[in-house]
């Protein structure tokens, strides 16, 4: 984690294991490490409030 920050790689912390050591490897391109975040990120964005939406609909 700390390479990534290092590195400037933005939403590093939203990345599982696998893709951090993918965006960190040194033989990756910028384009690839872009593509790796947004897909991370999408995926945390497709979590993001189906709890609360749950909760809403047992009440």
Same mark, same amino acid.
């Given at each position: 984690?700390?390479?990534? !920050?290092?590195?400037?790689? !933005?939403?590093?912390? =939203?990345?599982? %294991?696998?893709?951090?050591? +993918? $965006?960190? $490897?040194?033989?990756?391109?910028?384009?690839?490490?872009? $593509?790796?975040?947004?897909?991370? =990120?999408?995926? *945390? %964005?497709?979590? *993001?409030?189906?709890? %609360? $939406? +749950?909760?809403?609909? +047992?009440?």
């Amino acid at each position: 984690m700390m390479l990534a !920050k290092e590195r400037g790689i !933005k939403n590093f912390r =939203v990345l599982n %294991k696998e893709e951090l050591l +993918q $965006a960190t $490897a040194d033989s990756i391109a910028p384009e690839q490490i872009d $593509a790796i975040v947004t897909g991370a =990120v999408t995926r *945390w %964005k497709s979590g *993001w409030g189906k709890r %609360k $939406a +749950q909760n809403e609909s +047992q009440s």
